[in-house]
Each structure stands twice: as C-alpha cells, then as structure tokens.
C-alpha cells in the first residue's frame, strides 16, 4: 500500500459505510452495459433460483423474483456490480454482497462473473504491483474522466463477505480453488486488519491499520463489520490464525459499545482504549458518528446469522436486550426513524426500508409476532416488479434481500468442513 499519512488515510476512507489469485488482470470494465444481457427469459431463470431455495422457505417466490431482477438490473454482463446513487460507482462491498447471494441461491454463473471482475479490477497496488489479495474498496470514473480505482484502501466488511461466499462456493459447486483464494485472502486479512489488545486478543478493524489506529492505544472500530459466524467459518479452514478470539472480541464489542447509547443500540462508529478496556464516542465528526444509523443496521442481521447458524447464546442474548427500544419504539408508533442518536432521539423524519429489513432477522427469532407486523406493514408494501423501493436503491436492495433469506433456509453442508 502507498505510504499515506494517517490523516489521509482516514479521510480517504471515511466512505466506507470497505499469495496471489489465479485470475489475470483485464482491462478495467466501463459501464457500457447497465445489465446482464438475459440468455434465459425472466420466467426461466427465476424457476431456477426457485429450486435452490427450501419450499419451506419464507418468501421463497419474492426472494427468487428480486434476485434475478437484481442481477439483470445491476450487475453489468462482464459482472461489475453498479451503484446507481453513487455516481454508478463500484464497490468491493457491492461484488462481495453479489457473491454471496449468488452462492446462497445457488448461481455459480453469476457468482463466477462477480468474483473475476473484482479480482480483475479491485486489485491493490503500489508503484504498479500487486501489495495483497484484498481489493480496493471503491473503484469508479476518476477526474481525468477514466474508469478505475478511486480509492486503494481496502474494506474489511467487503473482504469478510467476499472470502465467506467463496468458501461456500467451494463447499456447494465442488471448486477448490475458490477455497484456496479464501485461505490466500485470510492470510492477508488476518496480517492488515486485525490489531492486538491486551490480554493476547485480537480485534477487527474495519481496514489498513493505519487508518484505524489513531494512536497506539486506541482503535476506531465499526460494529456492523463484526461476523462472528464467518469467523467460526474462517476457524475451520485457516488454523494458523486465532479467528475464534474475534468471536470472543465481537461480542466484546457489542455489549461494551451499546452502553454509549441510553437507547442500547449499536452505533455506527466507536473508539477502544486497549489500555483501559473503556469504550467511547469517536470525535466529532460529519463522517465518522457514533451514533445508530444505516451501517449498525447490519449488527441485527451478522448476530442473527450467529444465533441460529452456531447456536450462539452470546448471539441471543444480544438480539433480546438491544432490540428492547426499537420493540417499544414500534409497539408505540408503528415506525422506526433512520437515524437514532445517542439519547434515543430520532435525527430524522424519514424511515429506511434496510432498516425494517435487517430488524425483520432478529425479530422473527425473538419476535415473530412483531417481525411479521414490519413486514407486511413495512416491507412488502415497498415491493413492485422485482425491486424493493427506489430502482436504483442499491444497498436497500442488498440488505432487503439478505434479511427476508431465512438463516434456517441455508443448506447445513455449508456451514461446516465435509
């Protein structure tokens, strides 16, 4: 990685809200194409992702429906993966979201698209060489009007998401070489974004080191980024790395941060003292803000996957006593604002379908009832022809998805080393 001050290298990431593969670097795509061009008819492709899913399933038809849309709607037919809102930018976040729906629908196809266009064209480099196998998490039109990376840092949220999908993929479609690349990528993860604290633990950093560690005793940590259940995944098949002490950590994390807020909800951003164990907000600022908005949205859905995947009672127990506000929230006003502050306050009139969707997860573990009442009040309402919301509400899209896919729905063969 470029020798960047630590100012720099926080401010160029302030965006995020991200041994070498056998791929070969191509020319950087161009969106010339704004999606897949169908080789089957809507009808017929839907069927097939229709038959990857449990008939049991929750949602089975809309789940099977919005992933073909999505895919033909944003993912471009060389499989760069689109944000609309975001001056059509790309994102490792966004091919790691594509990855692992893919895997989890059962699309090798379009899983196979994704991943080589990320390794293609997200790759890290300094003074023209490749410095890792992580990617760099934004990539886009520069000012002198060409396409490709904007930003080298790397997001780990993105890269924990990539290397899970691709270990899935191995386990469902038979690919070892996609494990090797997951085992090749957590090599590198491990050595860039973990950091020690006392006691022997490591915690995860949400990218370069240096950009997260303001000074030697503290970290700037994002409690959405934290995968518990990837990390017992990563446990099984890397064993030189203690990934199991980031469970241990996470949840450290979880219940020593919420305290900040009087609400007991996650926040986006928090700081650790490693010297005192004490957890704070992190200094004013228009980017970074400790406070519950649209990335803690995902801590409901990371720690759900926990709970019912590994049977986690760290997992529960977190769900019962941090969704306790929003509970008493809905119960009493039928919404749930965007944005909470540290005192409970909503910062904002509007409400965020991702919000009802990630919250829907939890709920229909320790919830059912009121799990139900989002969703049909909340969620399927914004449903219409395969998109959720807005057209062109990328992230809205991801998290809608992710959190109506029941956890119970994915294939147990998945989950564990053959």
């Known amino acids: 990685m470029p020798c960047l001050s630590r100012v720099a290298v926080i401010v160029s990431l ?21 999606a897949n061009t169908p080789v089957k008819s809507v009808s ?10 449990p008939e049991s399933t929750a949602n089975r038809q809309l789940l099977a429906e919005s992933w073909d849309s999505y895919r033909r709607r944003f993912i471009q037919s060389d499989g760069r993966v689109i944000d609309y809102e975001a001056s059509d930018r790309s994102t490792s976040e966004g091919q790691a979201y594509a990855m692992l729906r893919a895997v989890l629908i059962n699309d090798p196809e379009t899983f196979e698209l994704t991943l080589k266009w990320a390794e293609n064209n997200l790759q890290r480099q300094a003074n023209g060489k490749r410095t890792d196998s992580l990617w760099a998490w934004k990539w886009g039109r520069r000012e002198d009007n060409t396409w490709g990376t904007i ?12 290397i899970t999908s691709l270990i899935f993929a191995a386990r469902r479609w038979n690919r070892p070489e996609y494990l090797e690349l997951a085992k090749t990528k957590l090599e590198d993860l491990w050595n860039l974004s973990t950091a020690p604290g006392k006691e022997g633990k490591h915690y995860l950093l949400p990218g370069p080191k240096e950009a ?9 940590l994002n409690p959405s980024y934290l995968a518990p259940y990837a990390f017992r995944i990563f446990a099984q098949v890397d064993r030189k790395h203690d990934w199991l002490s980031l469970v241990e950590t996470s949840y450290e994390i979880l219940d020593k941060s919420t305290p900040l807020s009087q609400a007991s ?19 004013a600022s228009k980017n970074l803000q400790t406070l519950y908005s649209f990335d803690a949205y995902r801590v409901w859905w990371r720690v759900s996957l926990d709970a019912v995947w590994f049977d986690a009672p760290q ?18 006003e039928k919404r749930l604002p965007a944005r909470i502050d540290l005192q409970g306050k909503s910062l904002v009139d509007y409400e965020a379908t991702s919000q009802y969707a990630m919250i829907y997860t939890a709920w229909s573990l320790i919830e059912p009832q009121l799990a139900d009442e989002i969703l049909q009040q909340k969620i399927l309402p914004q449903y219409q022809q395969g998109i959720w919301g807005d057209r062109s509400a990328y992230y809205t899209q991801n998290l809608v998805w992710l959190g109506l896919l029941p956890p119970q729905a994915i294939p147990q063969y998945l989950l564990q080393t053959p």
């Open 151 to 162: 930003d080298n840092n790397f997001a780990s949220d993105g890269d924990i998401d990539a």
């Open 14 to 34: 302030l965006g995020l809200s991200a041994c070498y593969s056998s791929y070969s670097l191509s020319k950087s795509s161009q969106p010339d194409e704004r």
């Open 315 to 332: 997992a529960k127990s977190y769900l019962q006593k941090s969704t306790q506000y929003l509970q008493k929230l809905w119960q009493q």
């Open 265 to 283: 909800l996650p926040s986006d951003w928090v700081a650790l003292d490693t010297e005192s164990g004490k957890y704070t907000n992190l200094p």
């Open 44 to 53: 017929e492709s839907t069927a097939i992702f229709l038959a990857a899913l």
């Open 212 to 220: 997260f560690l303001p000074n030697p005793n503290t970290l700037y």
